[in-house]
């Protein structure tokens, strides 16, 4: 059986450099894990699907990852829906590039956008079984308290106090009991903004009040399941396609070309390229015997799906013994081969196969860098956080 994925195809990823190939996975990563917006997520996905294609990969390794990373995000659903009551509020998104901030451009409703007296915008989620506070409490008895709308609240802490947390702190259980006062009978959950500063020095909060049921299902938790389960996703795709189109022994030579110049820093590049080989090699091997071993001790009257826990770790212990007791046979007739071979890491040594670099090698690994580069450089040198969860920030505006 083949373990390790490879399948053997005759497709340009296949021919590709691998020193590039395993580069060009390396920068997808990274842009993966920039914060991008799901319309970035979706031009990195159709970059690996033009990959997956041009590989000529079987479509039943798609449907395989989509299908983990479908239970993935159902796991990921609930454990949200139990955390995230709120429908999720964002104060200022005009000035910030969180996933949940949306360009201005696809004309949310007043329901969802509330500007404040200075002009600051303020986004707010949506929830099943929840509900925002669309009237202002008593603030009469409440110093440096400002109701702005749709939940939102403004408190004001002067430059002379001493203790600007506490002042916030303390405004913020004012305006709770003011909410919790005209009996609106669920459970009021607050979410306290960042700090921006005043004309005069002031310290400026902006508090988001809204009320939730036990049973309450927040956009917020939708827009997190699909944030973090397109990035896995989107993870476990390129690394399948670099390990179905490349063989141990490539993705041995590619890592020891990439380290080749620690050679001047006197570190042992041959020796750990070496040592991956023989832990890829022999991964396939230690799983065969594994199997060998699960169907000899099944056939003495082992159990390992029934019984109890505790059954079931002694079971394993009669797999992970003989295990460990074949690795170590393995090793050691290893180390006796290469010894007897007269191999010596630190001669030069020839290669039997030369991996040539075309064109087309080139421009698909331009292409990563080519946009991370981009992005890296408008990111620096904007005067605006650009990148959004659901576009482009118009960085001219």
Not at 342 to 367: C, E, H, M, Q, V
């Amino acid at each position: 059986m083949n373990y390790s994925g490879f399948t053997y195809k005759k497709s340009v990823i296949h021919r590709m450099n691998p020193s590039l190939k395993f580069l060009t996975t390396v920068f997808v990563v990274a842009l993966i894990f920039i914060p991008f917006g799901f319309i970035y997520q979706a031009l990195i996905l159709a970059f690996c699907l033009t990959l997956f294609f041009l590989a000529k990969l079987p479509i039943k390794k798609l449907w395989r990852i989509i299908q983990s990373v479908l239970i993935l995000g159902t796991i990921l659903i609930l454990i949200n829906w139990i955390t995230y009551k709120t429908p999720g509020a964002v104060f200022d998104f005009t000035d910030s590039y969180s996933f949940l901030y949306r360009p201005s451009f696809l004309n949310w409703t007043s329901q969802h956008v509330t500007i404040s007296s200075d002009g600051k915008y303020f986004l707010q989620g949506s929830t099943y079984g929840g509900q925002v506070i669309t009237t202002s409490p008593d603030l009469t008895n409440i110093k440096n308290v400002n109701w702005i709308g749709n939940g939102f609240f403004q408190i004001t802490v002067p430059a002379t106090a001493n203790n600007k947390d506490a002042v916030v702190n303390t405004a913020t259980k004012e305006i709770l009991n003011a909410i919790q006062n005209q009996n609106v009978g669920w459970n009021v959950k607050t979410i306290t903004s960042g700090l921006y500063r005043g004309a005069n020095g002031e310290s400026i909060y902006y508090a988001y009040f809204c009320l939730t049921k036990w049973y309450s299902f927040s956009s917020y938790a939708i827009i997190l399941m699909l944030y973090v389960t397109i990035k896995i996703f989107l993870m476990i795709l390129i690394v399948t396609i670099l390990t179905s189109t490349t063989s141990s022994i490539q993705l041995t030579c590619a890592l020891e070309d990439i380290l080749n110049p620690l050679r001047y820093l006197r570190l042992p590049v041959t020796e750990w390229s070496m040592t991956i080989a023989l832990v890829l090699r022999f991964i396939p091997s230690l799983l065969d015997e594994s199997n060998t071993i699960l169907k000899a001790q099944a056939s003495r009257g082992l159990d390992f799906k029934n019984g109890s826990l505790k059954d079931k770790v002694f079971s394993l212990s009669s797999l992970v013994v003989p295990l460990f007791s074949i690795a170590f046979k393995k090793a050691g007739e290893l180390s006796n081969a290469m010894e007897a071979r007269g191999y010596n890491p630190r001669t030069s040594r020839t290669r039997y196969r030369d991996f040539d670099i075309a064109k087309i090698d080139w421009i698909i690994f331009l292409i990563p860098v080519f946009l991370l580069g981009v992005l890296l450089t408008l990111l620096f040198i904007a005067d605006k956080k650009i990148f959004l969860a659901f576009g482009f920030w118009d960085i001219f505006a």
